[in-house]
């Protein structure tokens, strides 16, 4: 009972710290000092404070869609181990249901952003749809590597104790699945080099201009939930990537944490270095990580025969 | 054994005096002694044994020094054409290219010689390597084109055939208690306990591979290009050594297989490759414009009576074998021929060149032998090796193969007989000003007749020896016993 | 040691992978030498380290990792003006094509039974991969030097394979085909500077005047 509430309770407050250091990464690598660390709970807290105007040619749908994307992605939340604390709601299959909840977020999303009528959300709609098609498949091919390796089929079982295990027997499959997961990560959040969250350029916006008409609170819950789901994806990662199984469970979060806080900075790193890729480059990137997905598949297979 | 080693040596030897001489007469000079050596040098191989020692890397077996002694005699007879080509021809006889002659004779001695799946590799390699220079010889943006495809998808199909050597040696490896060695006579003694996964593996790769060397279909792409654009005494080279040496290799692989109780798989394959290159061959040169490209079609469709006789096996293997004799003697006229046309019309195109009896009597008349030769007509030998392979072909069972194979050779015929009769029949076509009207000598006419005389003999008498040699080639599992 | 010969063997296919998605000469050239360079070390990695191992590895880094990188390299500062390239097939399709090889690959190598005692079953996948992706690379792109890194690709796959699985090989017969793979590449090396100087490009796409 405790730990759930804990599991929520840190679910809900930690995600705007980690876009927090994100974006100090950026400053410091640009030379400039930086927003203080908790600035994102003050916008948050601006916003929520604010009215919202809605466009006259919309529809119910635009006023749901920020809100199913924050419950969705709540709720995709507490299926996944965080902090070495086990997810409040575990069962068999779940991590199908983890992907679709993410993939009903986005969905809402494109659907919020078609009905303002816009031709500019509409662009940005069709964009995101097709990469977040295209990065479908590499997603279930990393989930299908975890789930045969380890049998389990659920997010808590392949994330809990038996990873340090998986990872002596098939290695090598995992270090791509880790690989692709990154990729992953970056295409799912909208980051560089997939996405620019900064601009504000036609050409360059994908997730950007979809959200373009909402504000206030509506704004605020879209924030929010893709704060979330940028430290869900870390969660999972950085769990992948630190199988502890100490047992003690200050200490694994203790390495949870900093893991988190290392994986935050490395994606602020990899937003300053590199720059973003054209857009028809793009399918090439997320076609690199099915690729990745597949050869992970195959390695597996190999393994798991020679065994 | 001495006289193996000194048949590698001798055209090495050569090549490396060709670039000391300085002027031409000297390079030929070399070049002509080092290609007879090289002949005299085989006809000894005859009299010693056929039989390569067990475990030996190299060895003359009936096989090789069969078509040793093919190329070896081929190579003399070019050498001399060569002495008139390069007299007429602007680009002279630079070292290079004759050095490379000796070269790519060395590279197929060595190929003949070889008895280790590995080292035939590296001889093949270097016949790539060693014949490329020879296609360059008129340089210009059409030479170049043909060059990087010979280079290109030649290495492709070397690269495939060394993956399959490879392979072979697996299908030893993964069998245990059986002894692990990539030598022919080796690998064939333990055939029957061999990994038949691997062995299949290998033999498609391996048939690939060689097949892209040979000029198979669907590997032929090369081919036209190459020959039509590479000078005809090279082209002969090509057509008659080269591919007989690749030949050798798919007749091993298929030995092999049969050894190996996988003879129903191999059969098929090679049966199916040799009907689609005599096909596509056929449909081809009907219509073609270009003589040239009409020879080289001509030899992808030998290549593919070649592959169906291997196929087939039994009576047809002799009959292969035979044949691959005969088709390095007609392409050796055919190209020769139409070195002495090409140099004196100068154009590739058959449209432009009529009634070459006036002009070129010797070369026309030669020329239409060579028709007549390549495409099965008695007396020449072709006609008792064709039909042999029909022979074969019809024992084997099944009526639709023996019916397509005669069926293509009817549209060769017909395709090529076409082209050939229109360009040697009617008026002359005046010269062009101011150039020097067209000649036969000596040196370019007396290699085609000494050819035509080794078809027509083959044809009407088969020499014991010769006889003997071809019986104890084709004796292997699948052969004709 | 198992997981350094698979992660070896595994990067060896990413880098393969890689050459296909990318646009630019120079970082197809540097994936070759990295995947040289890495398979250099397989035969110390599987064999006892002997003579035969510390020849090849020297051997192979020389050659393939320096001596032809510094030719390629050269042959494209002096040849290429473009120096990106699209594929025939567009780098989307490239890729499908390079998954469904790999996986084709892996299935082939599932089907072929391998000795006893062999280090890591990834071994035949990873040559067959890398093959298949080479001969991938060899038609799906126009440029010249961009087929001879695909041959040379295909010679790594061959490499992996030679080195690893088959004992019997003397020791004569691999060096020739090293030195084999070398001059290859000398010789196409030479018709690509001539091809440039006779066309002022070396785009095989536009050697096209040799038909029927």
């Known amino acids: 009972m405790i730990s759930s509430i804990l599991h929520l309770l840190l679910l809900l407050l930690a995600p705007p710290l980690m876009l927090g250091i994100l974006q100090r990464t950026k400053a410091l690598f640009a030379g400039r000092r930086g927003p203080p660390l908790l600035q994102v709970y003050y916008d948050l807290w601006k916003l929520l404070r604010k009215g919202a105007v809605y466009s006259r040619t919309t529809t119910w749908v635009f006023r749901a869609g920020p809100v199913v994307g924050l419950a969705a992605v709540i709720v995709a939340g507490l299926l996944v181990p965080i902090a070495g604390i086990r997810a409040p709601m575990a069962f068999q299959g779940d991590l199908i249901l983890f992907a679709?909840?993410?993939?009903?977020?986005?969905?809402?999303?494109?659907?919020?952003?078609?009905?303002?009528?816009?031709?500019?959300?509409?662009?940005?709609?069709?964009?995101?749809?097709?990469?977040?098609?295209?990065?479908?498949?590499?997603?279930?091919?990393?989930?299908?590597?975890?789930?045969?390796?380890?049998?389990?089929?659920?997010?808590?079982?392949?994330?809990?104790?038996?990873?340090?295990?998986?990872?002596?027997?098939?290695?090598?499959?995992?270090v791509l699945v880790a690989v692709s997961f990154v990729v992953l990560l970056l295409a799912e959040n909208c980051r560089i080099p997939v996405d620019d969250p900064n601009t504000h350029l036609e050409l360059t916006m994908i997730h950007e201009v979809m959200v373009l008409d909402h504000g206030g609170p509506d704004l605020a819950f879209i924030l929010h939930g893709a704060s979330i789901k940028l430290f869900l994806f870390a969660s999972i990662l950085v769990r992948m990537i630190l199988p502890t199984a100490t047992g003690f469970a200050p200490l694994e979060a203790l390495i949870w944490a900093a893991g988190m806080g290392l994986v935050a900075v490395a994606v602020g790193c990899v937003e300053s270095v590199m720059a973003r890729l054209r857009l028809a480059r793009v399918p090439t990137l997320l076609g690199g990580a099915m690729v990745l997905g597949t050869v992970a598949i195959a390695v597996l297979l190999t393994l798991e025969s020679a065994r | 054994m001495l006289s193996m080693v000194l048949a590698l040596l001798v055209p090495l030897s050569g090549a490396g005096f060709i670039f000391l001489a300085r002027t031409r007469p000297a390079r030929l000079l070399v070049l002509l002694l080092t290609t007879f050596a090289h002949v005299v040098l085989t006809g000894s191989l005859w009299l010693g044994p056929r039989v390569p020692a067990a475990g030996a890397l190299l060895g003359v077996d009936a096989q090789g020094l069969l078509f040793l002694s093919v190329i070896s005699v081929l190579y003399c007879l070019v050498a001399v054409h060569l002495v008139a080509y390069t007299g007429r021809d602007p680009r002279g006889a630079p070292p290079v290219f004759l050095a490379c002659h000796l070269f790519s004779l060395a590279a197929m001695t060595l190929a003949c010689f070889s008895q280790h799946w590995g080292l035939y590799w590296v001889a093949m390699e270097a016949t790539t390597l060693a014949s490329a220079p020879l296609l360059f010889y008129h340089h210009g943006p059409r030479s170049l084109e043909a060059t990087w495809k010979y280079i290109l998808i030649g290495s492709v199909g070397i690269a495939l055939a060394l993956m399959g050597t490879l392979f072979l040696g697996m299908a030893a490896a993964a069998v245990p208690h059986v002894e692990n060695s990539l030598v022919f006579s080796t690998m064939l003694a333990s055939a029957d306990k061999l990994s038949v996964d691997w062995i299949k593996i290998a033999a498609v790769f391996l048939i690939v591979g060689y097949g892209t060397k040979m000029g198979l279909a669907p590997m032929h792409t090369w081919k036209p290009d190459a020959y039509g654009e590479a000078p005809p005494p090279v082209a002969a080279l090509l057509s008659g050594g080269l591919t007989n040496a690749a030949f050798l290799g798919l007749l091993r692989v298929a030995t092999l297989c049969n050894a190996a109780g996988e003879a129903a798989f191999v059969r098929s394959i090679l049966v199916a490759l040799g009907l689609a290159s005599i096909g596509i061959a056929a449909a081809s040169m009907v219509g073609q414009a270009n003589y040239r490209r009409m020879l080289a079609y001509s030899s992808v469709e030998h290549m593919g009576i070649l592959t169906l006789a291997v196929g087939v096996g039994g009576l047809a293997t002799f009959g292969g074998l035979l044949h691959a004799v005969n088709n390095a003697f007609n392409k050796g006229i055919l190209f020769l021929a139409a070195g002495n046309i090409l140099q004196a019309c100068r154009t590739s195109e058959v449209k432009g060149i009529t009634g070459l009896f006036r002009q070129l009597p010797f070369s026309a008349v030669f020329l239409v032998i060579g028709f007549f030769a390549a495409t099965g007509f008695p007396p020449f030998g072709t006609f008792v090796s064709e039909f042999t392979i029909l022979r074969g072909l019809i024992a084997g069972g099944g009526v639709v193969v023996p019916a397509l194979y005669l069926g293509f050779l009817a549209v060769v015929f017909i395709g090529m007989g076409a082209i050939v009769l229109g360009m040697v029949q009617g008026a002359p076509v005046a010269t062009p000003e101011g150039a020097k009207p067209a000649r036969e000598t000596f040196a370019s006419v007396l290699p085609i007749v000494v050819l035509t005389a080794l078809a027509l003999l083959l044809g009407l008498h088969i020499p014991e020896a010769l006889g003997d040699l071809l019986k104890q080639a084709s004796d292997v599992p699948g052969g004709f016993r | 040691m198992r997981f350094l010969t698979d992660s070896i063997l595994i990067g060896t296919i990413l880098i393969s992978v890689f050459m296909l998605s990318t646009a630019r000469l120079g970082m197809t050239v540097r994936s070759f030498a990295l995947q040289s360079f890495l398979l250099a070390f397989l035969p110390s990695l599987l064999h006892e380290p002997g003579f035969h191992q510390i020849l090849i590895l020297v051997g192979a880094i020389l050659i393939k990792s320096y001596l032809i990188p510094r030719f390629l390299f050269r042959a494209i500062r002096e040849v290429s003006i473009r120096r990106d390239v699209q594929p025939v097939i567009g780098f989307g399709t490239s890729l499908l094509i390079g998954a469904l090889l790999v996986a084709l690959a892996f299935a082939v190598s599932a089907n072929l039974p391998l000795p006893v005692g062999v280090a890591s079953s990834l071994l035949l996948p990873a040559s067959l991969s890398t093959f298949l992706l080479g001969f991938l690379l060899i038609v799906s792109r126009a440029k010249a030097l961009l087929q001879v890194v695909?041959?040379?690709?295909?010679?790594?796959?061959?490499?992996?394979?030679?080195?690893?699985?088959?004992?019997q090989m003397p020791l004569l017969v691999e060096m020739g085909i090293l030195l084999d793979v070398f001059v290859a590449v000398f010789v196409m090396g030479i018709v690509i500077f001539r091809i440039n100087r006779e066309f002022d490009h070396m785009d095989t796409a536009n050697l096209t005047t040799l038909k029927d």
């Open chain 1, 100 to 174: 679709y909840l993410l993939g009903l977020a986005r969905f809402f999303t494109v659907l919020a952003a078609m009905d303002t009528g816009s031709s500019f959300e509409g662009m940005g709609a069709s964009r995101e749809a097709s990469f977040g098609s295209l990065a479908e498949p590499a997603l279930f091919a990393g989930l299908l590597v975890l789930f045969v390796g380890s049998g389990d089929f659920s997010l808590s079982g392949i994330l809990g104790p038996g990873l340090f295990r998986l990872w002596g027997a098939i290695g090598p499959a995992l």
């Open chain 3, 150 to 167: 695909g041959y040379l690709v295909v010679e790594n796959g061959i490499f992996l394979f030679g080195v690893s699985l088959v004992q």
